[in-house]
């Protein structure tokens, strides 16, 4: 049998802080003009505590053309500005909120499009309007015989 080895949460949260904390440098170093507010590492810090609080694993990054810094979990999308963040979960009976909790990835396209994929499908996001639009796989049925 084979056997797979887990890392302790504390690695893993210590590796998560290094990585969260790699990427802030870099954002802020390759183009801190595009971000509309001003980052601080205090900042960045109450928004890491924030996740780790929460044990949210991140499972994406991306920062948009107008240089909010996006950050993909398994317990929702969460938008940040530079001071503070902005969570995105789905709301039942909203066909405007995101399609799912779990973001499996984020891109920005050559159009300034912020697309964000979840295991329930593909969301667009309007900046004008701070919502989804939604595109679902349509499965076909496989038939037998």
Not at 14 to 32: E, G, M, N, Q
Not at 60 to 89: A, H
Not at 97 to 103: A, C
Request: contains cysteine.
């Amino acid at each position: 049998m084979i056997s797979i080895a887990r890392f302790p949460d504390t690695v893993i949260r210590s590796k998560t802080r290094h990585a969260l904390s790699l990427i802030f440098v870099l954002c802020y170093v390759i183009d801190c003009s595009r971000v509309n507010a001003q980052l601080s590492a205090s900042n960045f810090n109450n928004l890491f505590t924030e996740f780790e609080s929460q044990k949210l694993n991140v499972t994406s990054i991306t920062q948009d053309n107008q240089g909010f810094i996006w950050f993909g979990t398994f317990q929702g999308l969460f938008k940040f500005d530079g001071v503070s963040y902005q969570r995105y979960l789905p709301e039942a009976n909203s066909r405007q909120s995101i399609s799912d909790n779990q973001v499996t990835a984020i891109y920005n396209d050559s159009q300034g499009v912020l697309w964000v994929g979840t295991r329930n499908g593909l969301n667009r996001y309007n900046y004008l309007s701070n919502d989804f639009d939604h595109f679902k796989h349509r499965s076909e049925e496989r038939r037998v015989g």
